[in-house]
């Protein structure tokens, strides 16, 4: 195939039927979000380096595509919208009255090599609540992001909660060094218990510190899984942790969220800046997170508490095809075809439908009945109204 043809690695286009999913869904989000009193914010698709890798440094910057400007200043694509929205909040909203609502709705970019249907370009819609460091502004998201799932169509999804404050007090509890923390870390990002525990094992610890740390990943489940990591830790961090998702799953019962919640103190996200109860939300047949977010009270440290979280709308999508739930979502509702004497009472006829809301395609050549037939079954619409 011609080079001309061919999308960018990682890039993707979408047909119409896609697109129309994937339009349908945001404007559903936009909806949801503005219900909850979150209002959106647009921010450059590109930033200053130095803004984007704040942060998380040189471990961002390898997967950012970079350019530069006139005045040869280093500028990437944003990679997420937590940080562009922080900056956003700091220069042009800091006098703004607390909480402050936003919310998004945009393409990101992230160089992501040898992941199979991992995309360079992808597109998320999220919110940030800033101000308030509460539980209640926590349980908030929580609800928000199932609800967003349900929304877009889902029903058939969990969400894994978690604190890394959890994990932060049992490795200070057992004096690890700086550097292996930063790998214990770097094994429960990824997920990788043997390696973990081989790592764990090589540190040379009492039996009792290296049992709760190897511990850590696999403290998944309800409710009473808060119950028994308490009944190891003895740190004011790790309980202080578990107090804080005991309070978020109490409101969200209120909410009618909390029983798509599965407690997993083993996730700590991917990214350096969170500080207290972080998420990811699953649905079957999908092998990454639909969503995911947390609270981040560092990075705007300088200005105020905030959480928050991304949804990947392709992802979503995806787990809507698996469940059957994707459908024909553009109503296609007339086409209008006539003969060549017509043509004025035609256009008049589709102005007229469309003024009412409807879907209306009006054939642009005259046409006999037969061949209108055929365009309205091809095109899928509705009902045909042919103009003799």
């Known amino acids: 195939m011609s080079k001309i043809l061919e999308t960018p690695y990682g890039t993707r286009d979408f047909l119409?039927?896609?697109?129309?999913?994937?339009?349908?869904?945001?404007?559903?989000?936009?909806?949801?979000?503005?219900?909850?009193?979150?209002?959106?914010?647009?921010?450059?698709?590109?930033?200053?380096?130095?803004?984007?890798?704040n942060a998380g440094g040189l471990?961002?910057?390898?997967?950012?595509?970079?350019?530069?400007?006139?005045?040869?200043?280093t500028l990437a694509l944003h990679h997420e919208m937590t940080t562009p929205i922080a900056r956003l909040v700091m220069s042009r909203l800091k006098n703004s009255p607390?909480?402050?609502?936003?919310?998004?709705?945009?393409?990101v970019f992230r160089f992501r090599k040898n992941q199979p249907d991992r995309q360079c370009e992808f597109y998320q819609a999220g919110v940030e609540l800033l101000?308030?460091?509460?539980a209640f502004a926590d349980a908030e998201i929580i609800a928000l992001a199932a609800q967003s799932l349900k929304v877009a169509g889902l029903k058939d999804f969990t969400i894994c909660l978690g604190q890394v404050e959890f994990a932060n007090g049992l490795m200070e509890e057992n004096n690890l060094s700086?550097?292996?923390?930063?790998?214990?870390?770097?094994?429960?990002?990824?997920?990788?218990?043997?390696?973990?525990?081989?790592f764990v094992d090589a540190l040379e610890l009492d039996k009792n510190a290296a049992n709760s740390l190897k511990k850590i990943p696999k403290l998944n489940g309800g409710i009473e899984i808060l119950e028994t990591a308490r009944?190891?830790?003895?740190?004011?961090?790790?309980l202080d942790a578990l107090k804080n998702l005991e309070e978020i799953y109490k409101l969200a019962e209120i909410y009618g969220v909390a029983d798509k919640i599965i407690f997993d103190l083993g996730i700590i996200r991917d990214f350096e800046y969170y500080t207290g109860m972080v998420f990811e939300a699953y649905a079957?047949?999908?092998?990454?997170?639909?969503?995911?977010?947390?609270?981040?009270?560092n990075m705007l440290k300088d200005f105020c508490p905030a959480?928050?979280?991304?949804?990947?709308?392709?992802?979503?999508?995806?787990?809507?095809?698996?469940?059957?739930?994707?459908?024909?979502?553009?109503?296609?509702?007339i086409y209008i075809g006539y003969n060549e004497k017509n043509i004025g009472a035609a256009i008049k006829k589709a102005s007229e439908l469309r003024a009412e809301g409807k879907v209306v395609e009006l054939s642009l050549t005259p046409q006999n009945f037969d061949a209108a037939k055929i365009s309205q079954t091809e095109k899928n619409y509705d009902e045909l109204i042919y103009l003799k």
């Open 16 to 53: 119409p039927r896609e697109a129309a999913a994937k339009r349908a869904i945001e404007n559903k989000l936009a909806q949801l979000f503005s219900a909850f009193g979150y209002e959106e914010v647009v921010t450059p698709t590109m930033e200053f380096l130095e803004t984007l890798t």
């Open 59 to 73: 471990e961002i910057e390898s997967n950012l595509f970079k350019m530069f400007d006139q005045n040869n200043r």
């Open 98 to 107: 607390l909480p402050l609502k936003l919310s998004y709705n945009t393409s």
């Open 131 to 134: 101000g308030v460091s509460n």
């Open 178 to 198: 700086a550097a292996a923390i930063s790998e214990i870390k770097n094994f429960l990002e990824r997920h990788n218990i043997v390696e973990l525990e081989k």
């Open 231 to 238: 009944a190891f830790v003895k740190n004011k961090k790790s």
């Open 284 to 297: 079957p047949g999908v092998g990454y997170s639909l969503a995911g977010g947390g609270r981040y009270d």
């Open 307 to 333: 959480t928050g979280f991304a949804l990947g709308i392709e992802r979503i999508l995806q787990a809507c095809e698996r469940q059957g739930i994707l459908g024909n979502v553009q109503n296609k509702n």
